[in-house]
Structures are given as structure tokens and as C-alpha cells.
């Protein structure tokens, strides 16, 4: 079978490797779909502590081939998504029911081979039946949905207040669907007027958009928000950029007593009066990964699929993954979700699969 690996910074080797065996307890996967998201593009560049060399890919989709044991109640031919965190169940954090955050921490496709191949192994357990009707595409969102979900839950969301969601990217956005069909009304703020109009479709009541150059938020949309809260500012405001200076705006805008989940990363630092978040006695909250929500993940997808293909921007055989890479780094165009379409799903589809030429450098050993 064909495999994706990068060996050294922004460069992918395509090999020829032997398909995996059939284990007890774990289950083999055609892969159909992938998508990409900020954490492949800094193992593309080796800027990720997992190291080099790795098979990438941990946002997927596929169909089972087969099964080493039936008590998932998964069966071959069963079209499904996979859970690609794995976690000690020993240390503190699991012990406590954090295991999303566990001291021994590993995932599918960033510290361990993932699922730029073709057929995967992976334990039985990790298996999520896509539901009826939803799209296997749209089913390889599932990881990130489940991440927007965690963000959300882990804010105490409650119906009928407004929650500021700063950023409206595929998380942010992800998590406004779900904001809203808790029966919040989510206020979306982007530097992206395009984005911002996503975030109309995905639910949000208004959008503001940010000028840095202008100060945010202006006169008018302060004022807009204040006719929102009633002058008392967001009582949840979820951070989705990873940018210093949103998340010194979530400490600002959020109402005394309220909740800032920041689920944005970043290495730069924030600059924060340390008189603000006492004063407001706010409740300031991180969030990683999610606590198995890849089903409830499928689940908001199934239930907003015109949302979640509107996410999906680009798309890309498996041979071009450099491509896709490219794009994402250098925002020639504008992009959501970038899915690869594995050889299976392009077959399926009855639309080809990799073209000779790519297969050919690939396995030449040169880098695609």
C-alpha cells in the first residue's frame, strides 16, 4: 500500500510498505478522508515537539476492512471516524477524568504514524459509527467538532445568554453551531469579513468586525453589544484565534463573574493587568482536546451538514499533499477546512485516483 510520510521539514515521502495485520483488539480502516488543520501545517514545518519523521494525518474518516473483534459492535463495512487520542489511564489527570489532558498524552498522526496511508490500523475501541446520512467527507470533522465542543462544555454554557466567540474559524465556528443549538446567542468577531459571514449561517445574532489599526470594539459595535447584555458585557467568551491581544479582549469585554475559555494556542504571550481578573472575580479556563466527543461531534455535523460543508474549502488528492500544505501556509486563497481525498474515496467516487505521474515521483523518492 501507498504511505504519506514527512521525513524532514516541508518535505513528504511517498513509499511502498506492507499493509498492516489484523490484531486482536484493533481493527483495520481503508482510509477515505482527511482533513488538515493548523497542527499538521507545524509538523510540515517541524515546528511540533512530536519530531520527525511521521505518517500525519489525525482528522479522518474511512470504512472498516476489517475487525480483530466485535465488541465495539462495529462491523466490516461499517463507515466510521476515529478517535485519535490515546492517554495512560494511570496518571493524575486520568485518575481525575481528564484524560484529555493526560501527563503521557499520544494522537493518532502527530506523535504516532496516523492516516495519510491507505489502511490503517487502529484499536477497536477508537471506532465512531458515522451516523446515517452524514457524509463520510464531512465525517472526518468530527475531531475538530469534538475539540469546539469540548471548548464550549467546558464553559458552562447556559440557554439564553450571550456568548462572545472570538474568532471564526473551523473551531470557532464549530462552536458557534453548537453555542447556538444549546440556545445561546453567540456574537461572532473576526478580523474576516467572509468569515464573518459564515458565522451568520452557522447561527451567530451579529458579528462584529475587528480593525486592530481602529481598536476593537469601536463606538458602535460596544454599543451594539451592550444592547445584547444589557450593558453587562458576555457572560462566556471563547478565544479561538491563539492571538495576544483577543485574548487581552476576552479579559476586557467579558461581564464580572463570567467565563473565558481559551481554546486558541499560541507560544507568543499576553499582557494582563493583574487587577482584572480578581476585580471581575472571572472564571478563566483552558481547554485541549475533548473528553470522547468524536460521537457528539458526528452528531452536530449530522444534524447541520449545509454548515459543515460550507467549511470544507479545498480539496486535494493524496499525491498533492504538498499542495496542500502550500496553501495553508501562504493564504493565497482564502481556506477553511482543506480535505484529501485518499485513493478509496476518489474511487468510490468514480472521479480517479492519484494521477501515474504523482505515484511515480512519490515513489521515485523525491518529495511531492
Not at 32 to 50: F, K, M, S
Not at 61 to 82: P, Q
Request: charge should be negative.
Amino acid at each position: 500500500m501507498l504511505t504519506a510520510r514527512t521525513v524532514a521539514k516541508e518535505t513528504i515521502r511517498y513509499e511502498e510498505v506492507a499493509e498492516p495485520g489484523l490484531d486482536a483488539g484493533r481493527a483495520l480502516v481503508r482510509v477515505h478522508n482527511v482533513t488538515l488543520c493548523g497542527t499538521d501545517l507545524h509538523i510540515w514545518e517541524d515546528d511540533y515537539p512530536a519530531g520527525l519523521p511521521v505518517v500525519q494525518g489525525h482528522e479522518f474518516s474511512g470504512v472498516v476492512e476489517a475487525i480483530g473483534n466485535n465488541a465495539s459492535g462495529v462491523r466490516a463495512g461499517d463507515r466510521v471516524a476515529v478517535s485519535p487520542m490515546t492517554y495512560c489511564g494511570a496518571c493524575q489527570p486520568c485518575r481525575s477524568g481528564r484524560f484529555n489532558v493526560c501527563r503521557n498524552i499520544g494522537c493518532i498522526g502527530c506523535y504516532s504514524d496516523g492516516a495519510l496511508v491507505e489502511l490503517l490500523s487502529v484499536p477497536v475501541d477508537k471506532l465512531c459509527l458515522v451516523p446515517d446520512g452524514l457524509a463520510l467527507d464531512l465525517a472526518a470533522m468530527a475531531e475538530p467538532a469534538s475539540i469546539a465542543m469540548q471548548a464550549v462544555n467546558r464553559g458552562r454554557p447556559a440557554a439564553g445568554e450571550t456568548a462572545l466567540v472570538l474568532g471564526s474559524g473551523p473551531i470557532g465556528l464549530l462552536a458557534t453551531l453548537y453555542l447556538t443549538d444549546l440556545g445561546l446567542n453567540v456574537v461572532c468577531a473576526d478580523t474576516e469579513a467572509d468569515r464573518l459571514e459564515l458565522a451568520t449561517a452557522f447561527g451567530a445574532v451579529d458579528t462584529l468586525l475587528v480593525e486592530p489599526a481602529a481598536g476593537f470594539p469601536d463606538a458602535e459595535q460596544a454599543a451594539r453589544l451592550d444592547q445584547l447584555t444589557e450593558g453587562y458585557g458576555p457572560g462566556l467568551v471563547l478565544e479561538a484565534t491563539g492571538a495576544p491581544s483577543s485574548f487581552e479582549n476576552a479579559i476586557r469585554l467579558v461581564a464580572s463573574a463570567g467565563r473565558i475559555v481559551q481554546v486558541g494556542i499560541s507560544a507568543r504571550s499576553a499582557t494582563v493587568s493583574m487587577k482584572d481578573i480578581p476585580f471581575k472575580e472571572l472564571d478563566l479556563m483552558g481547554s485541549r482536546n475533548s473528553l470522547n466527543l468524536i460521537p457528539d461531534g458526528l452528531a452536530l455535523l449530522a444534524r447541520h451538514p449545509d454548515q459543515a460543508r460550507a467549511l470544507l474549502t479545498h480539496r486535494f488528492a493524496f499525491g498533492e499533499l504538498q499542495q496542500a500544505y502550500g496553501l495553508m501556509r501562504n493564504r493565497t486563497e482564502k481556506v477553511g477546512k482543506i480535505l484529501i481525498e485518499m485513493p478509496a474515496a476518489r474511487a468510490r467516487a468514480r472521479q480517479g485516483s492519484i494521477s501515474e505521474s504523482a505515484v511515480g515521483s512519490a515513489l521515485s523518492g523525491a518529495s511531492a
